[in-house]
């Protein structure tokens, strides 16, 4: 498993943008399709995008798409969820979590092995 450590979380304006960091320990980073989840005060934990190990692919949930970019940078060890134009009901902590070698980009939380701490983030209208 990897070390997951979520940075860049905070409080924003809507319209806004933040860019959050997963920072990851361990030598085999590249071999992990890495994802963003989100959970809100009262709601279950929801995927919000992934990237593949390669770079080639990512996946984005309805509600962020072409708003939220997500991207890694393998020679770092980290991985990226660049927000746009945010609103209030981006409201919530967000976590990023590793699959090892998975079959596509898995957008359910039992079919990851590592996740970060979390980092809020707050969006005011």
């Known amino acids: 498993q990897v070390q997951l450590v979520e940075s860049g979380g905070g409080l924003v304006q809507a319209g806004g943008s933040l860019r959050l960091s997963c920072a990851a320990s361990?030598?085999?980073?590249?071999?992990?399709?890495m994802g963003w989840f989100r959970q809100a005060p009262g709601k279950e934990r929801e995927f919000v995008a992934g990237?593949?190990?390669?770079?080639?692919?990512?996946y984005y949930a309805d509600s962020v798409k072409g708003r939220f970019t997500i991207s890694r940078d393998n020679a770092k060890n980290t991985a990226y969820l660049q927000m746009n134009s945010l609103k209030p009901e981006d409201t919530a902590i967000y976590y990023c979590?590793?699959?090892?070698?998975?079959?596509?980009?898995?957008?359910?939380?039992?079919?990851?092995?590592?996740w970060g701490q979390g980092t809020q983030v707050t969006v005011s209208s």
């Open positions: 979590a590793a699959a090892l070698k998975p079959f596509g980009i898995p957008t359910t939380t039992l079919n990851y092995d590592s």
């Open positions: 361990g030598r085999t980073f590249s071999s992990y399709v």
């Open positions: 990237i593949s190990w390669s770079v080639e692919r990512t």
